[in-house]
């Protein structure tokens, strides 16, 4: 045993030991693992180019018509607006829940849990019935005289029913989100402001909820990509947004219907693709001050992995 | 010194109690800050000295007992004969005229540090944008920090940040300022540099009133010394009588602990 451990190469002598270059370790493993998957992502990619079952020249086809552009739009539309009143919705129901009045506390508690029971197909499916139960809305006294009708039926158009459906729905997942960010802001916060005597607006506004937004941004943008897809529920109330769009021409050309669906997929990855980016930035304006280094963009983070590459096969060269 | 209050003011406390539960914090408390002198309340933890302060500023409110800052009723008002609460925007004005400054620092980590200054003067109505940030500037300048004015907090040493909450706490000019232990989150080194800005705010005649086991403090700076032991004050006097020659037993044991 004693002559296998004198070592077969003489060490190296000749320079210090402050001048020798340590090789660095090998990972064959890595490079197997990473040739593996990136074969079997290959196959998925040549399957799905070459199937002739995905028909991509219908796709293609299909992709810009405007009777998808149009669906398109009617999806932005209601994203857009039940995503601001669900956001301004859980706002409210998460101060309610927080606040120290007992009634409205319970009020905000029987909300969230109302709404989060109800499946939101049967949410839309009820408005989309209302004008029925209620044939008009009217403003007064309560149980008492009234000094404004609505009728119901000019009132909720289908982008309205739509649009109210998901803003309710999403206000009582968008409630617990707010709830959680105010929570996550440290009491000594609240007691800050409190002893510098700040406007209870102005604590809220200025102090504690611009902090709680590192914390709400990553879970509502997370329901926020949920809604984009619940979208696609407003056209059982006879509404023709992205997906309505593919299931009608769907069924007017049913020899379509593969490519019909590769194409809402397509847009609603470019969708949710773009609400991921903007959701970087947002998230890196609001972390200012919490991290004493903001993290790198892509743009500065792929420059600084390139001149680190360049610098280690210049290392790896000079050996 | 024009930077630091408007006036000084004295502090009253009045048979001061506190419980949470059958827990008794503070057990009849009173105490006169004069105004314009230093008080330093010393004691072990537990003994009521941080809730004692919480209470002057009312962040806590006393179940019995009242106080009173430059001799207005803070939290409660006399109404035909008797004391009613006030509202919050009332407790929240008296507040902005008491400066408080925290063991944790608690400065806004998303605002900067001149931001975190001049926010209070602006919010509560006190001074315009230009004026409170022109005031935060000079107070910066006085707690030695007039070079980190565009950093945020947590990127600052402890010691940087409790003069930072220093200075935030004098932008309200306010008539007597507390502090709950300013030292005592602050590695050793960092004590030094905090109780400088203490001392210079003590010679120019602000009332303090301070929590701290700094005792070497307490009789380089204060003009009294408070000891307070299971939430009542045990003995008052001059450092003189209450640090070097304690007649009481309990203050006597306390400070052959600490010193």
Known sequence: MSETLVPVVPPD?????????????????????GAVVLVLVAQIAHGLATNPFYQWDRFQYWFLRPVITNGLVVTLEVTAYSAVLGLLGGIVLALARLSRNLVLR???????????????????????????LYRTVSLGVPFGPAFWHFDESKLATDLVVAVVGLSLNEAAYAAEVVRAGILSVDQGQHEASAALG???????????????????????????????????????VSLLDLFG????????????????????????????????????????HYSRGALRTLPPTPLQRLRANLSALRARVRRETAI | MSTATATAAAVEVRDVHKWYGAHRVLDGIDLTV???????????????????????????????????????????????????ELSERQILAQRSRIGFVFQNFNLFPHLTVLDNVAAAPVATGLLRKPEAQELARTLLGRVGLADRSGAYPRQLSGGQQQRVAIARALALKPGVILFDEPTSALDPELVGEVLAV????????????????????AREVADRVVFMDGGRIVEQGTPEQVLDHPRHPRTREFLSKVL
């Open chain 1, 13 to 33: 002598t000749t320079r210090p030991l402050s001048a020798q270059r340590v090789v660095p370790l090998r990972h064959p493993g890595r490079w197997i693992t």
């Open chain 1, 106 to 132: 319970a009020a905000s508690w029987v909300y969230v849990w109302l709404f989060r029971s109800v499946p939101l197909i049967v949410v839309l499916l009820f408005l989309y019935n209302f004008s029925a």
């Open chain 1, 198 to 236: 700040l406007p209870r607006r102005y604590q809220f506004a200025r102090i504690v909820f611009p902090q709680a937004l590192r914390a709400i941004i990553p879970s509502y943008v997370n329901q926020l990509i949920g809604l984009v897809k619940s979208t696609s529920l407003v056209f059982y």
């Open chain 1, 245 to 284: 769009s593919v299931q009608s021409m769907g069924s007017t050309y049913p020899g379509d219907i593969v490519p019909l669906l590769l194409v809402a997929t397509a847009w609603y990855v470019i969708l949710t693709s773009v609400i991921s980016v903007v959701q970087f930035y947002v998230e890196r």
């Open chain 2, 34 to 84: 004069p105004a314009g002198e230093v008080t330093v309340v010393i004691g072990p933890s537990g003994s009521g000295k941080s809730t004692l302060l919480r209470v002057v500023n009312h962040l806590e409110r006393p179940e019995i007992g009242q106080v009173s800052l430059g001799g207005e009723l803070i939290g409660v008002r006399r109404h035909r004969g008797r004391l009613r």
């Open chain 2, 198 to 217: 203490i001392k210079d705010l003590a010679t120019s005649g602000t009332t303090l009133l301070v929590v701290t086991h700094e005792i070497g403090f």
